[in-house]
């Protein structure tokens, strides 16, 4: 076998020509890194300034010191005088062809950025969206889980939802309850409307700001006059608020001797000879 000697003249101009090259990679490498540790502590501190969701914090973050971690890795390589050229064109062709194969899960993504970024609702709000409606449990960075009402679980992507209409039925502290009732034409509509004011400002859940309860004539409909009574509760009282008076308005109506039609029709029999 064939000995290879290497010459103390070759290995000098070898340590001569890349080890200043090598240490001067070492030396971007260590205080790249140590700038974006000092970086994401600064990111950190405004993501919780700016008050951002857990799970957002968390992944802007993350994506964060991927990039720059990889933008420390190029500049290191670039230095040791690796042509960096083919290398990135190959890693945009990659990146490429990852996101049109992750099409739909990208555009979830940035719908989940969007909605943790904006907060159109929160955890615990009752909301209605993407064609559902229901109590958010979770936000995902592609999903957003809700539970509705008879405590089904509905997992929602987060593209749609995010360019989807969205009604927040939690984001406000008050909420205005409408009833909408109906009394006959012999009926009074004012002893209708002092009935139901009584009943709803003796309730202590009828709030007077922004608005006290009211009670309009809305319509003179074919078989009825049809009222609208409107009174403002907090958000969390309205359905038991809604479901006790509805109940309580038709007793007090029973009571003052005020009708509550329903439809009828009057058929006229001619005999003819």
Do not use: C
């Not at 974006?36 to 008050?51: D, E, M, P, R, T």
């Amino acid at each position: 076998m064939e000995n290879f000697n290497i010459s103390p003249e070759t290995l000098t101009s070898f340590v001569v020509e890349y080890g200043v090259n090598i240490l001067a990679a070492i030396a971007t490498l260590v205080v790249g890194l140590w700038i974006v540790k000092f970086i994401i502590k600064g990111v950190s501190k405004a993501l919780v300034k700016s008050n951002v969701e857990a799970a957002l914090q968390t992944f802007l973050k993350s994506l964060i010191s991927m990039l720059l971690k990889v933008m420390v890795y190029i500049s290191a390589l670039g230095v040791l005088g690796v042509q960096m050229t083919s290398f990135i064109a190959v890693l945009g062709a990659a990146g490429l062809a990852v996101g049109l194969a992750l099409q739909g899960s990208l555009a979830n993504f940035a719908g989940g950025v969007l909605i943790l970024f904006f907060k159109p609702f929160r955890v615990g709000d009752f909301i209605e969206g993407g064609g559902e409606s229901g109590t958010v449990e979770r936000i995902d960075i592609l999903h957003t889980v809700l539970v509705t009402p008879q405590n089904q679980t509905i997992v929602i992507p987060n593209g749609g939802l995010a360019n989807s209409a969205i009604t927040n039925y939690s984001k406000k502290e008050v909420r205005r309850v409408d009833f909408a009732v109906g009394i006959g034409y012999t009926s009074d509509p004012k002893t209708a409307r002092a009935v139901m004011l009584e009943l709803l400002n003796a309730d202590e859940r009828t709030l007077q700001e922004p608005a006290a309860p009211i009670v309009v004539m809305t319509n003179l409909g074919d078989s009825s006059l049809d009222l609208s009574v409107r009174a403002w509760v907090k958000s969390e009282d309205y359905w038991k608020y809604y479901w006790e008076n509805l109940e309580k308005i038709k007793e007090e109506l029973d009571k003052a001797g005020v009708e509550i039609p329903f439809p009828q029709r009057d058929v006229h029999i001619y005999n003819e000879d």
